[in-house]
């Protein structure tokens, strides 16, 4: 059959999402998701009026949605920036941005190569150090597109404020992409900046901790003129690119904010347990300031331990990637899911 695909598309890999398979009831701590449930608003949120308001197209601006993030938020409706999930705003802006250069570390959140590779961008990876930390000077007078998650995917390390002004500050002339997705676990925002520069693009993410994935709900914050930038992307690609039923429990979501930020704690102390009893058991766990944690044994390949908890109904995520094919990585559920996880790594450990 004829390839009537571009060629760079051609020799390009897709994105692989984690895995959700439906063949068993697995305990899943494969990709990030919150183990709790949307709020009560969100989950009573729709009656049957908004269920016949389907038939109207979106509200393509987002109106009530962006209010209530401005306001939760501390800004104005114009810094901010609502999309399909937060990957579409990542999208959005690699191809907005990122024709002169664009700059992402070895081992991060696995879209921004792909991204780069689907709009032919010139690419510096910028490795880690050693210890996975951000070789930060690598990022200093680039000039391009930097893209940065805050904290770190799958390492869960942070960078700090300071440290972040600094690449700001040293690249006037590109823009730098501050990936937030998991930073409402313990992580320090950039958000303040956002005023103070004009080349700074915050993203966060619904998908986390408010418990929305399936909703597909990003949203950014940044000066006016980055977001009416990502606005006439998105206005010509698909402007009603966030559904009605998503903006209305976006907004909900949002009034119930202090269940989500309980929830976070929880994640946090559970956080904690499961690392405690992983370096007991021997582990080398990173210092993880997101909902999941990254680990390895000396005692089993990440490939064997990945497996083999899934044999025994645990899914966890790992990656046959150069630097991390060690590593597990474990998002993190509630109490009974890492305690379930603990016993099902002992089990296998033999201890
Ligand atoms: N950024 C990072 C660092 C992520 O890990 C993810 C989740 N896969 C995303 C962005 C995208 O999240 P979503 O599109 O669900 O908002």
Redesign the pocket.
């Known amino acids: 059959m004829s390839n009537f695909l571009n060629e760079n598309i051609n020799k390009m890999q897709a994105y692989v ?2 895995e959700q398979p439906q063949d068993k009831a697995y305990i899943k701590l494969n ?2 998701e919150s183990p709790f449930p949307p709020s009560s608003g969100v989950v009573n949120g729709l009656t049957e009026k908004n269920l016949q308001s389907l038939r109207l197209y979106c509200d393509p601006q987002c109106k009530v949605l962006k209010n209530k993030l401005a306001n939760l938020y501390g800004v104005s409706d114009k810094n901010v920036f609502v999309s ?5 705003i ?1 999208n959005f802006a690699f191809m907005a941005y990122g024709n002169k250069g664009v700059y992402f570390a070895d081992v ?2 696995g ?1 921004y190569s792909v991204f780069a590779e689907l709009y032919n961008l010139p690419t510096t990876v910028i490795p880690l150090k050693e210890d996975f930390t951000l070789n930060l000077a690598g990022f200093y007078g680039r000039n391009g597109l930097v893209v940065i ?1 805050n904290p ?3 390492t869960g390390l942070e960078i700090s404020l300071n440290e972040i002004e600094e690449i700001i500050k040293s690249n006037p002339n590109g823009v730098v992409v501050i ?1 937030e ?2 930073v409402d676990f313990g992580g320090t925002s950039a958000l303040p900046l956002i005023d103070k520069y004009d080349n700074l693009l915050v ?1 966060r ?4 901790s408010r418990s929305m ?1 399936g909703a ?3 949203y950014a914050f940044a000066n006016q003129k980055l977001i009416q930038d990502l606005e006439k992307i998105k206005y010509s690609t698909n402007p009603y690119n966030v559904n009605s039923l998503t903006q209305l429990l976006g907004s909900l979501a949002v009034d119930d904010q202090k269940y989500y930020e309980d929830n976070c704690r929880k994640i946090i102390k559970n956080r904690l347990f499961t690392k405690n009893e992983l370096e007991k058991l021997g582990f080398k766990v990173l210092d993880s300031k997101a909902n999941f944690l990254f680990a390895k044994s000396e005692k089993i390949t990440g490939e064997k331990l990945y497996l083999s908890l899934k044999d025994k109904g645990v899914l966890v995520r790992h990656f046959n990637k150069q630097r991390i094919a060690d590593y597990i990585r474990i998002t993190i559920g509630d109490e009974k899911q890492m305690q379930t996880f603990i016993e099902k790594v002992k089990e296998i450990l033999g201890e």
């Open positions: 999402p984690g990709t990030n399909n999930g937060s990957d579409e990542l991060t959140y879209f998650a770190n995917a799958p990936d997705a998991y993203v993410t619904y998908s986390k994935a597909r709900l990003g």
